[in-house]
């Protein structure tokens, strides 16, 4: 079997690297601004969906009883 061999980190190999500027990161933060509407709408429809397959289980359980 081969020998296992020890990785050094890469965060304590390097140097840390910080800009000079950190007005350019927050004016990069503040245009960012995804739009995530859809996401809350499929979560939701998936949501409703799995209660009403639950539900629709539930019931079924106690008529096949």
């Known amino acids: 079997m081969s020998k296992k061999r020890k990785r050094q980190s890469r965060a304590s190999s390097t ?3 910080r800009t000079s500027s950190s007005s350019s990161s927050k004016s990069l933060r503040e245009e960012f601004r995804p739009d995530y509407t ?3 709408k499929d979560l939701r429809r998936i949501g409703t969906l799995a209660g009403s397959f639950f539900l629709i289980l539930v019931v079924l359980s106690f008529i096949l009883r």
Do not use: C, G, K, L
């Open 15 to 17: 140097p840390e690297i």
């Open 38 to 40: 859809y996401v809350s």
